[in-house]
């Protein structure tokens, strides 16, 4: 088989389309994980990958040229979410123009979603459907008539190849490849991180939960999980690669408890000193005492923890599956530990009225958490949400630049179907005024800021928070 070269894409749009956000103090920026775990399955099957993150350059439509010269590709695959559909576009383009023997791959969420639709609107002449760690190789590799996972175009045509699997054993996969990355070129808030550069690591992919909310297309419903052992291996890993921190992506770290206790125990066990953060959160029925105490032991500084609603009603109406008393304790019980909390909640749901969400100030406020940030509701594409709201004809566009999290572009997207959207952006709003700038909450973080030297970097950051 003759050695390919493949160079792999993150869009210059992925961090800045958050620039607006009430948490972008909170945002990080850190080397994309796809792109890290395609790259190493392409170089364990000997062919050529290189790695262009346009978010780090001022002008990335002369970067990419440059880099297409240098690297002169065979393949180029360009990893996107639904509010990056719409930078992606002329970025194929420019590629195709630039050579139009380049076969241009696309990855990602929207593209497993609308594969048919994202090829014939764009120059992408692969869709990449799922999980793409093997489908890449055979792209490569293989006639793409018999490679499993993809949309391509044939003429005019577009052709839906074969389902493909979901990957069982995680453990066979490589570790990622972070030496093609600049690391140091990347940043994290301190609100975020206590050290860096900051490298992110997947130890599971499936969520078994049915949240209304959330896209479950690449990844599916099965939680498939990387042993313990392989997990801390792939730390120290990273640690030798240079990074000082660890945040975890998984869609939920803590399914299984069991194996979350395990990780902990090997990391106190082979004494690695590092500190880290489950960013993505935690659900509040899968976690305990032992775990808090024992990921603090660990080093875990801070996690998540996803709460969503203060009104039960509301957790009911999208499946949540948890209760407000569960809430509650999984706070108390990571407080008690001394790990920061920071619970994550959503204003706007379909279901919600101004009373609802008076509830779910109002809860945010009874815990004693020591963060709490709140979105408005984005029905995303593939969602149960956006297929109810769709079916009552209350999806009001289908420009994908719109689809932003933190963002007042909800109110493009859909007809909420009980509160103006003047009163969501209130209420939005009041959620972090109410739960930062109350006297004790301030003296709170004042009096830990003073301990750890951040008191006004922190005091900068509530104030853009707040405007």
């Given at each position: 088989?003759?050695?390919?070269?493949?160079?792999?894409?993150?869009?210059?749009?992925?961090?800045?389309?958050?620039?607006?956000?009430?948490?972008?103090?909170?945002?990080?920026?850190?080397?994309?994980?796809?792109?890290?775990?395609?790259?190493?399955?392409?170089?364990?099957?000997?062919?050529?990958?290189?790695?262009?993150?346009?978010?780090?350059?001022?002008?990335p439509t002369d970067k990419l040229n440059k880099k297409l010269n240098e690297f002169n590709p065979d393949f180029v695959g360009i990893s996107f979410t639904t509010p990056l559909y719409k930078e992606m576009k002329p970025l194929a383009k420019q590629i195709k123009e630039y050579n139009k023997e380049i076969v241009v791959i696309g990855g990602g969420p929207h593209c497993t979603?609308?594969?048919?639709?994202?090829?014939?609107?764009?120059?992408?002449?692969?869709?990449?459907?799922?999980?793409?760690?093997?489908?890449?190789?055979?792209?490569?590799?293989?006639?793409?008539?018999?490679?499993?996972?993809?949309?391509?175009?044939?003429?005019?045509?577009?052709?839906?190849?074969?389902?493909?699997?979901?990957?069982?054993?995680?453990?066979?996969?490589?570790?990622?490849?972070?030496?093609?990355?600049?690391?140091?070129?990347?940043?994290?808030?301190?609100?975020?991180?206590?050290?860096?550069?900051?490298?992110?690591?997947?130890?599971?992919?499936?969520?078994?939960?049915?949240?209304?909310?959330?896209?479950?297309?690449?990844?599916?419903?099965?939680?498939?999980?990387?042993?313990?052992?392989?997990?801390?291996?792939?730390?120290?890993?990273?640690?030798?690669?240079?990074?000082?921190?660890?945040?975890?992506?998984?869609?939920?770290?803590?399914?299984?408890?069991?194996?979350?206790?395990?990780?902990?125990?090997?990391?106190?066990?082979?004494?690695?000193?590092?500190?880290?953060n489950l960013v993505n959160g935690i659900r509040v029925d899968r976690a305990n005492g032992e775990f808090f105490m024992k990921a603090a032991k660990a080093g875990c500084h801070s996690l998540?923890?996803?709460?969503?609603?203060?009104?039960?009603?509301?957790?009911?109406?999208?499946?949540?599956?948890?209760?407000?008393?569960?809430?509650?304790?999984?706070?108390?019980?990571?407080?008690?530990?001394?790990?920061?909390?920071?619970?994550?909640?959503?204003?706007?749901?379909?279901?919600?009225?101004?009373?609802?969400?008076?509830?779910?100030?109002?809860?945010?406020?009874?815990?004693?958490?020591?963060?709490?940030?709140?979105?408005?509701?984005?029905?995303?594409?593939?969602?149960?949400?956006?297929?109810?709201?769709?079916?009552?004809?209350?999806?009001?566009?289908?420009?994908?630049?719109?689809?932003?999290?933190?963002?007042?572009?909800?109110?493009?997207?859909?007809?909420?179907?009980?509160?103006?959207?003047?009163?969501?952006?209130?209420?939005?709003?009041?959620?972090?005024?109410?739960?930062?700038?109350?006297?004790?909450?301030?003296?709170?973080?004042?009096?830990?800021?003073?301990?750890?030297?951040?008191?006004?970097?922190?005091?900068?950051?509530?104030?853009?928070?707040?405007?």
């Amino acid at each position: 088989m003759k050695r390919k070269k493949v160079l792999l894409i993150a869009l210059s749009e992925a961090v800045s389309v958050y620039k607006e956000a009430k948490v972008k103090e909170a945002l990080e920026h850190i080397p994309y994980l796809p792109l890290a775990c395609l790259a190493a399955m392409l170089l364990k099957n000997n062919h050529e990958a290189g790695i262009l993150d346009l978010s780090l350059y001022e002008n990335p439509t002369d970067k990419l040229n440059k880099k297409l010269n240098e690297f002169n590709p065979d393949f180029v695959g360009i990893s996107f979410t639904t509010p990056l559909y719409k930078e992606m576009k002329p970025l194929a383009k420019q590629i195709k123009e630039y050579n139009k023997e380049i076969v241009v791959i696309g990855g990602g969420p929207h593209c497993t979603i609308f594969p048919k639709q994202t090829l014939e609107e764009s120059d992408l002449d692969v869709a990449v459907i799922g999980e793409g760690d093997y489908t890449i190789v055979e792209i490569v590799e293989k006639d793409i008539r018999r490679v499993k996972g993809i949309a391509y175009k044939k003429g005019k045509k577009i052709i839906i190849n074969e389902k493909r699997d979901l990957i069982r054993n995680m453990d066979e996969l490589p570790f990622p490849s972070w030496h093609l990355f600049e690391i140091n070129s990347y940043y994290v808030p301190r609100l975020r991180a206590k050290l860096n550069p900051v490298g992110p690591i997947e130890t599971s992919r499936g969520c078994p939960f049915n949240c209304t909310f959330c896209n479950k297309a690449i990844h599916g419903y099965m939680f498939r999980a990387k042993s313990p052992k392989r997990v801390v291996d792939e730390m120290e890993y990273m640690l030798k690669c240079g990074f000082k921190e660890i945040h975890i992506k998984d869609d939920g770290f803590t399914t299984d408890i069991n194996r979350a206790i395990k990780i902990c125990d090997l990391i106190i066990e082979r004494g690695l000193k590092f500190s880290w953060n489950l960013v993505n959160g935690i659900r509040v029925d899968r976690a305990n005492g032992e775990f808090f105490m024992k990921a603090a032991k660990a080093g875990c500084h801070s996690l998540g923890i996803g709460i969503e609603s203060g009104s039960q009603i509301i957790l009911d109406s999208i499946n949540k599956n948890i209760t407000l008393d569960m809430a509650r304790e999984t706070v108390r019980l990571c407080k008690k530990s001394g790990i920061e909390s920071i619970g994550y909640f959503i204003i706007g749901f379909p279901k919600d009225t101004e009373k609802t969400i008076k509830e779910t100030i109002n809860f945010a406020l009874s815990l004693d958490l020591d963060m709490a940030k709140a979105t408005i509701f984005m029905p995303f594409p593939g969602t149960a949400s956006f297929k109810e709201l769709e079916e009552k004809g209350l999806i009001t566009s289908k420009d994908w630049s719109d689809y932003n999290y933190h963002s007042s572009s909800a109110k493009k997207v859909f007809k909420h179907p009980s509160i103006s959207w003047d009163k969501i952006f209130y209420y939005h709003d009041l959620f972090h005024r109410k739960f930062y700038f109350r006297p004790k909450k301030m003296l709170e973080i004042g009096i830990k800021s003073i301990k750890d030297g951040t008191l006004f970097y922190k005091m900068g950051a509530a104030l853009r928070t707040r405007w």
